[in-house]
């Protein structure tokens, strides 16, 4: 049988660019339209600042739409396919993927719950806290600057969005401080989400809630002109004016700085170290296969040859070490050092800070560590032991190993992405009168080679996937123990706080008083204590 060439294929681009044609030219007869009903100039509209169009004050209640106006983007699949890949997994976000062709076909309600369904279908309520500890640090390098000014001159915030309540509330209302957020609740069966949204929007407890507080009387509200299915909630028709914003006018607007944030995004959570779009996760889904074969290389030379000859070949592999020490680095003038190691205080990013110091220095080290993986202990090509967070044990134990050898320890007892410093840890500060500094800090462009909620044993093996992860080791001047110090209760602590002073200098970080339990609560919703099933 043969086959000739199909003669409609031109006449279906032809369809598909009239069709395109009279989407667009639907869309500005709509933005006239919109633009007519709530502005008498809009010529003059775009070209004011959107802080001069919305005369927001102190007894104003603004009602604004967070996707249309909020967020820069005008893409909701970056954040559903965070959360088909960090809940759910490499399958459920490569079919989601597959589907993006499709859900440009279609409107936006029905894309949106087409990716509600692929990524929540099946998920467990009570264990998802992908809104809470991953999506946040991707909406809030979403947000423009330009809104946010306006919000701050409200007296009351009310965030209107057709995606599922559980994503997008603690990002407002926790990190933005946002009085009040609306959105969709999902379906659960036996606790496990069905992938189906309420139609409903619930606006009652808002009602409740505000009933004599007279908010509603001063209303003005804040929409997008080119998707007006987002002006039909309720609580829009409480608006005396609505203030209509473009696509095109946010492409203008600037991302908001981390410094004007209400609160700091200290902890986040997650493998992905970029904002998933479809073709960077395209590009990601080419390079998994190849990172994991690459992965498994860089473990074989670290653990299989000496240091000589394994770190050119890890540098060969795209593995980047830039290490600085200063000169006197190797002159000590203290009597303790030739009976004793030394000991290197790290600030902690990864699991693999003591290994890649041990590579810069070219000498073996031991390391202690909390909540260590059988695995990853097995295949460190140095001594790893772990910690039993028994204060008397630990020390004897670390004291022990400082007088076979150099010893790594990391007083922050848990790792932290951005750029702070967690409280450390005093008990260092016992050990030994010569206490080496060392500030740590790392760069990946895929993954990220921590978790709080994952699996610990692959901490090590996504940060070798990325192409060219790197690590910057600085070794810091020499600081005194405590018996060189004021004996008294309080002098541990101070050589703790000075230490992580001068971490923090070297390496422009920030100092904090959060520990490790402040983080898991806020990632995993517990106190640190890892399971074995997660170690594993």
Known sequence: MVFSKPPSFPKLVLFLYRLIRKHYRDQKGLQRSLSNTHSAAPEQQSQTSLSQ?????????????????????????????????????????????????????LNHEHS??????????????????????????????DVGAEVFEVLKRAKVNI??????????????????????????????????????????????????????????????????????????????????????????????????????????????????AFRPTPLAMLAMFIWFPFGSILSIIRIGIAISLPYKISTPLLVYSGIKLELTRPNNHLVSDNTESKTKGSLYVCNHRTLLDPLFLSFGLVKPLAAVTYSLSRMSEILSPIRTVPLTRNRDKDREMMDKLLNQGDLVVCPEGTTCREPYLLRLSPLFTELSDDIVPVGMNTSVSMFH????????????????????????????????????????????????????????EALGFECTMLTRKDKYMILAGNEGVVSPEKKQ
Not at 68 to 94: D, H, N, Q
């Open 53 to 105: 169009r919305v005369k927001s004050s102190k007894n104003t209640t603004l009602i604004f739409n967070v996707e249309g106006t909020l967020l820069k983007s005008s893409s909701l699949f970056p954040y559903f396919m965070l959360v088909a890949f960090e809940a759910g997994s490499l399958i459920r976000a490569l079919v989601l993927l597959a589907l993006f062709p499709v859900l440009c076909l």
């Open 449 to 504: 080679g921590t978790t709080a909620s994952g699996l610990k044993c692959l901490d090590p093996i996504f940060f070798l996937m990325n192409p060219t992860p790197s690590y910057t080791v600085q070794i810091l001047d020499k600081i005194c123990g405590v018996s060189s110090c004021n004996d008294n209760q309080s002098s541990r602590f101070d050589v703790a706080n000075r230490v992580q002073c001068q971490l923090g």
């Open 112 to 141: 949106l719950k087409v990716m509600v369904m692929v990524s929540f279908l099946g998920l467990k309520k009570k264990s998802f806290r992908v809104g809470s500890s991953v999506l946040p640090k991707y909406f809030l390098e």
């Open 159 to 272: 965030a209107v969005t057709d995606m599922p309540q559980i994503m997008v509330e603690s990002f407002l209302s926790d990190y933005l401080e946002i009085d009040f957020v609306t959105g969709r609740d999902l379906k659960t069966v036996c606790g496990y989400y069905v992938g189906l949204m309420e139609d409903k929007k619930n606006t009652t407890s808002l009602e409740d809630k505000y009933e004599n507080a007279n908010i509603f009387k001063n209303v003005l509200g804040l929409g997008n002109i080119d998707t007006s299915v987002q002006l039909q909630h309720p609580l829009f028709s409480r608006c005396k004016v609505v203030v209509m914003v473009s696509e095109v006018e946010k492409l203008k607007w600037t991302v908001l700085d981390k410094e004007r944030y209400p609160k700091p995004l200290i902890f986040h959570d997650g493998r992905l």
